[in-house]
């Protein structure tokens, strides 16, 4: 599987915009690029995908490098409640069995400062 | 609409003992996934279910295993149960296999003592 490359931890102040790097430098055509994200307690939870065009929604925006070998997942304005494990995953959109399941690194722990 | 829900949320069980965690995935979800999360390796896939078939397994031992009923309720079973089987045990679901997003329940916290 194609793997990813992420800081382990990042910190922001509170109503700042933040930009949370990850690489994949291995990514095939096919492979999707998910972010999911764990607040403490809680199971993970789907921010954004995209494959090879930026793209925003209420949660996030995700800006893909042009030769796709890096990503950055940004919020807009950093929230105390943004605080949370943030993962970078590489899914292959053509389904099968390596398309049936996420495989999670060890993700960013991002840190929101009032 | 209601999420995903595991049940019990949290429990403790004997070395040796088997343990059996449910989980009810979205109204109209047919995939449903499960995963360990522990300290030490993270977030591991263990194993999916889509139309009571088993689709894709992770690389866990047979003590693990699992089924998907007729209404895509899922349990997850682990016999004999080792201290190293302590984590937090996620279920996921998804519309459909290979589906774009899967959605997570709180998990079920396993102790074994």
């Known amino acids: 599987d194609a793997k990813t490359t992420q800081p382990n931890s990042m910190e922001s102040n509170e109503e700042e915009p933040v930009h949370l790097p990850c690489n994949h430098s291995t990514i095939s055509g096919t492979d999707y690029i998910h972010w999911y994200r764990q607040l403490p307690s809680q199971g993970p939870e789907y921010v954004i995908h995209g494959l090879t065009s930026n793209v925003n929604n209420r949660m996030a925006s995700l800006a893909i490098a042009e030769d796709r070998k890096s990503s950055t997942l940004i919020l807009h304005r950093a929230t105390l409640r943004d605080a949370a494990v943030y993962y970078c995953?590489?899914?292959?959109?053509?389904?099968?069995?390596?398309?049936?399941?996420?495989?999670f690194g060890g993700g960013t722990r991002l840190m929101v400062k009032p | 609409k209601a999420g995903v829900t595991q049940t019990p949320r949290y429990l403790i069980k004997t070395r040796g003992q088997q343990v059996t965690l449910s989980c009810s995935p979205i109204?109209?979800?047919?995939?449903v996934s499960w995963y360990q999360q522990t300290p030490g390796q993270g977030l591991q896939f263990l194993f999916e279910y889509f139309s009571e078939t088993q689709r894709n397994k992770g690389n866990f031992p047979g003590r693990f295993s699992g089924r998907q009923f007729s209404n895509s309720r899922s349990e997850m079973n682990v016999s004999t149960l080792e201290l190293g089987d302590s984590a937090l045990y996620l279920c996921?679901?998804?519309?459909?296999?290979?589906?774009?997003?899967?959605?997570f329940g709180s998990g079920t916290r396993l102790t074994v003592v």
């Open positions: 996921a679901s998804s519309r459909e296999t290979g589906g774009y997003g899967y959605t």
């Open positions: 995953i590489l899914r292959d959109r053509t389904g099968g069995n390596a398309g049936n399941m996420l495989t």
């Open positions: 109204s109209g979800h047919r995939s």
